[in-house]
């Protein structure tokens, strides 16, 4: 009898085993966490150097067309151009401004790794606005343009120099465009008939008089107004319309170098710029890193076309996580 509920116990026991064995099979094994991918290193970006070139565009005085400043700033961001190791081409044109202006103006463009087929396009605009329309006080006389047009041109100048400082270069050939007469569109109060075709002139231009017949690139990042004290850059609507999944690398690569503060995960609201140009006429997918505030009655940087808009409204740090940001994406390519 001991022996038959000893063997009765054992069957049970087995059969039980079978089951939980059964049960366990049929269950998908447990995910293992997926170790996120590491970044390919990137030169340290200095802010220090960007900081010092975009007051040295500042001190030639500001960079309207038609004026001696406008001159010889563009013949030191040709000069720096060359210094980095770029093949750069100077794309001269007249442009007219809303009120009927002619304006002499040059697209000045810096390549680096000119050979290479993979391209990637960085751009800013090198001129300042001729009117502070938005001050409280002197509306009529031209602003520096340390922040809108400068802060973007001294990050890519910094982009050039550490790329040909750095032992290790990226996979891909870069352009760098600076485009001349962005800053000259209608002011609010402007009587004539509104035109949004009087901004980004420059970026027109290039766009439908490309600087090397076929060009194209895998993708562009626009960088205007990116050196603001506490600036944070939201997803500019018509990036996000254009190149969404551009928007996204950039902005997830910024998050892994810790600016997750300064590019926000947010929608930013949309606008015209020298991006627009690029993606309807030229063809060519771009981004806008611009400081955007949607929920502010200004929505731009707060000093945007005022006199506040100066060298001493510069930011380091802002200067940093703008340069750091793409310096590495163009690595991770």
Not at 38 to 58: E, G, H, R, T
Not at 274 to 300: C, G, R, Y
Request: net charge negative; hydrophobic share 35%.
């Amino acid at each position: 009898m001991k022996i038959q509920r000893i063997s009765l116990i054992l069957l049970l026991i087995f059969v039980l085993s079978g089951v939980v064995y059964y049960f366990k099979s049929c269950q998908k094994p447990a995910q293992m966490p997926t170790e996120e991918i590491s970044l390919i290193p990137s030169p340290d970006f200095k802010a220090d150097s960007a900081f010092a070139y975009v007051k040295a565009q500042v001190d030639f005085g500001p960079r309207v067309p038609n004026t001696k400043a406008h001159r010889e700033c563009g013949d030191y961001l040709i000069s720096k151009l060359k210094q980095f190791g770029c093949e750069v081409i100077s794309q001269d044109f007249v442009a007219t401004k809303y009120d009927g202006t002619k304006m002499n103006a040059r697209n000045i463009i810096g390549s680096i790794n000119p050979k290479a087929e993979k391209r990637i396009l960085l751009t800013a605009h090198w001129d300042s606005r001729s009117i502070a329309d938005k001050d409280s006080v002197d509306k009529k006389s031209p602003i520096d343009g340390a922040n809108d047009g400068g802060s973007g041109v001294g990050v890519l100048l910094e982009i050039a120099r550490s790329i040909q400082q750095a032992k290790q270069k990226p996979n891909v050939g870069v352009d760098i465009i600076f485009f001349d007469v962005e800053d000259h569109g209608e002011p609010e109060d402007y009587e004539g008939n509104h035109k949004v075709e009087s901004w980004g002139l420059g970026s027109q231009y290039w766009a439908a008089h490309k600087h090397k017949e076929n060009y194209t690139a895998y993708y562009g990042i626009l960088l205007d107004m990116v050196g603001g004290k506490g600036a944070i850059f939201p997803h500019e609507g018509e990036s996000m319309r254009y190149a969404p999944m551009i928007v996204r690398n950039v902005w997830d690569i910024a998050s892994r170098l810790g600016y997750s503060t300064v590019f926000v995960d947010a929608e930013g609201g949309g606008l015209t710029d020298d991006h627009t140009a690029v993606n309807d006429v030229a063809k060519i997918q771009m981004i806008d890193i611009v400081e955007l505030h949607p929920n502010s009655p200004k929505f731009f940087w707060q000093y945007h076309h005022t006199h506040g808009d100066n060298i001493t409204n510069i930011d380091k740090n802002t200067l940093k996580a703008v340069g750091q940001t793409v310096l590495s994406v163009l690595y991770q390519e």
